[in-house]
């Protein structure tokens, strides 16, 4: 191995050190408004759920039944899989191109660009599929690259299953390796043979309760995904400013440009016949690429959804980097050294930032555009919800507590601990439609709860016999106030306004 031990010992203290940070920080907070909505989901177990696969809730059911209902134990799951991750990139990194300085600085780059390392404070169904997709490309490399035994498709089998369990996008695994064993000649043997297939049948039958699931409930999780979400899609220089926006935002601007370089040397590499940057190249750009163009085709994308194909895009751009600077042209590479580093210190500033804005608000941003808002505020509602619907019970009068969004509904169920029944009676899809009867909620008192976002009264959007607001609960952050709740008790429920 071209190494030098401090390279080794800084891989470990990068990873443990960002884990301790995260350790540290990630039960300072409230949850966000997904992570309440997954914690929701791990109340109900089931095979799977509307928006998502049931990994997110199975991992933090487990979470909290070991440490119980708070945020801590909620993200510890991220914390480990976080962990895990930046092992298996060390990992790969050592197997394709025995270098630790390679692995050391695709390391550092995955914990400071924004979408990784801001993003692993949250418990999201991405990052137990992320564990999978990098550890489908190590699998892969071994069987590949290092000509491995067969079973290994067996184990790939088993990484698309569970990395399907968690997030869909995993299918995106599929054609990238049927890229690489096409693009490469030595690996076209593998067309011939059964192993590849038994694959796929490993992962089907691990993925099979989300199937299940869908069959039993008339498929809505496909349908949303694959139909109802993309109706009347096409190409807008809007949605295509959001995804270009977006990434610079997520990935930051310098790292955006290195990456897509990096893609786009390693691509030219590969091409050349160097297997390890085919490697790289097939787990990265064929995922860039789609989910560049979807989010260019739909206004319901959002910016994480590329992030898969920046993990493999990492390794290829920092072995370029260093290779090029150590061992071929030094002086041509020396600026992309000077490039690298002002976007690892951009990187490193923002994420600093970040973190001290989360508890110290010191960025002039307005309330409703401040994400770190959500965080806020759900403790005081939850107790005010809690003790309303206690003394409503006391006097005999059945309560339930509703609000008009399912982000409002999950804070609230977690701000009570789910000792409150919650609804979420609304217009749009959620998964609350699969346990909410609403007419079993006809004639009962409800504990409404609206926000600065959710601004509506309870009687614009339903009918009830009477309606009172009886707290507000005004939330600040840096001495101003930033967020407002009102909880109102309206008197007999009559159903969703038409």
């Keep these: 191995m071209r190494t030098d031990d ?9 990873i443990l050190g960002f884990g301790l940070f995260r350790m540290v920080v990630m039960g300072l907070t409230g949850p966000g408004d997904s992570e309440s909505y997954y914690w929701a989901w791990s109340q109900r177990l089931d095979l799977a759920y509307y928006d998502h696969p049931p990994m997110v809730a199975w991992l933090i059911k487990l979470s909290t039944d070991l440490g119980g209902d708070t945020t801590f134990f909620l993200r510890l799951p991220s914390l480990i899989l976080f962990m ?14 025995d270098d630790a300085r390679i692995a050391f600085y695709s390391l550092l780059t995955f914990n400071l660009i924004p979408i990784f390392g801001i993003g692993a404070l949250q418990m999201t169904p991405d990052i137990p599929s992320a564990i999978c997709y990098l550890g489908f490309v190590l699998v892969i ?10 079973w290994l498709w067996l184990i790939l089998g088993v990484l698309l299953g569970i990395g399907a369990l968690g997030k869909y996008f995993a299918i995106l695994l599929v054609p990238s390796a049927v890229l690489l064993v096409a693009l490469v000649p ?3 043997k593998w067309f011939k043979r059964p192993e590849p297939y038994l694959m796929g049948v490993v992962a089907l039958l691990i993925f099979s309760p989300v199937f299940i699931w869908n069959i039993e409930n008339d498929w809505p999780s496909f349908r949303f995904h694959l139909m109802d979400r993309h109706q009347g899609t096409a190409f807008g220089w809007k949605n295509f400013g959001q995804l270009v926006g977006g990434q610079l935002l997520y990935v930051s601007p310098i790292y955006l440009g290195l990456l897509l370089w990096g893609v786009y040397r390693g691509a030219g590499r590969a091409v050349e016949g160097e297997r390890r940057y085919a490697l790289l190249t097939a787990f990265s750009l064929p995922t860039l690429l789609f989910f560049y163009i979807a989010c260019a085709w739909t206004n319901e994308s959002e910016p994480h959804w590329p992030a898969f194909g920046y993990l493999t895009a990492i390794v290829t751009t920092v072995s370029l980097l260093v290779e090029g600077y150590y061992r071929f042209e030094p002086k041509r590479f020396a600026r992309f ?22 508890f110290y608000p010191i960025l002039p941003i307005k309330p409703k555009y401040d994400i770190v808002n959500e965080l806020k505020g759900w403790d005081e509602v939850g107790n005010v919800v809690k003790a309303e619907y206690e003394k409503l019970e006391k006097n005999g009068v059945e309560s339930f507590a509703l609000a008009q969004h399912w982000v409002m509904c999950s804070q609230i169920m977690f701000a009570t601990k789910d000792t409150v029944p919650v609804s979420c009676i609304n217009g749009r899809a959620d998964q609350f439609d699969f346990w909410d009867d609403e007419q079993s909620l006809m004639g009962k008192t409800a504990i409404f709860v609206s926000d600065t976002r959710f601004k509506e009264p309870p009687d614009t959007l339903y009918t009830f016999t009477e309606t009172e607001a009886i707290k507000e609960i005004p939330i600040f952050r840096g001495g101003k106030e930033v967020r407002r709740f ?3 008790r309206a008197d007999g429920y009559g159903g969703l306004r038409k």
């Design 84 to 97: 895990l991750m930046g092992w298996l990139i060390y990992r790969l990194s050592i197997d394709l191109f």
């Design 486 to 488: 009102i909880v109102w």
């Design 186 to 188: 030595e690996y076209q």
């Design 6 to 14: 401090r390279y080794v010992t800084g891989c470990a203290w990068l």
């Design 141 to 150: 490399n071994r069987l590949l690259v290092n000509d491995g035994p067969g």
């Design 337 to 358: 050294q000077k490039t690298a580093v002002a976007a690892t210190l951009l990187a490193g500033f923002t994420f600093l930032l970040f973190y001290i804005h989360v």
